[in-house]
């Protein structure tokens, strides 16, 4: 019976103690978050990138998560213009025979010294591919880097929350619980000595 009114006394520690730890993590996870972001950035402003005048967002320098997707989606509009609409996966591999059409099949396509010539939008599809992807990591980047700045913070405020009202409160239940328990105790002595 002591044990558990000596445990119940300070089981308030424990809400106190996951406070701490949800701020501490809460904490170092936007640290980190913060660091991606800049290692992102960083990483593609050195690229020295600027975004197409027909693109959403034109003439600016690729510095966030909206100017990279803004830039990836003008490259695919250019990509499939050029190609006639054709991704890197359905482009046909070399220019036909007749010079002016294309194929994927080798023996009908255009030979110069001995070899297929491969067709030039099939190249131009694979770069936009290329540079697209990369593009649309970054903006993974971006935004993955913002979710766990945001989890960070909500982290914060979990352990604000334990720490301001949920420790207090089991303290709080525990003073009253053994408040309770000495009244009890001292009624049955008072039962017992009449």
Known sequence: MKFFSIARHWFWVAPLVLGVMFIAGGLYMVREGRDAKDEVRDAIVRENITTSQDASLPNVQVTNAATAKSEAQAIEAHVLKATGGETYATVDRYVAADGVGTTSDKDKALIVDGNP????????????????????????????????????????????????????????????????????GHNEMATTTA
């Open 117 to 184: 010539v491969p067709n030039p939008a099939r190249n131009t599809a694979f770069q936009g591919a290329a540079l697209r992807t990369s593009l649309n990591l970054a903006v993974m980047g971006f935004k993955v880097s913002d979710l766990v700045i945001g989890m960070g913070f909500f982290m914060v405020v979990v352990g604000g929350t334990f720490i301001v009202f949920l420790a207090p409160a089991v303290y709080y239940a525990a003073e009253l619980a053994n408040q309770r328990s000495r009244e009890k």
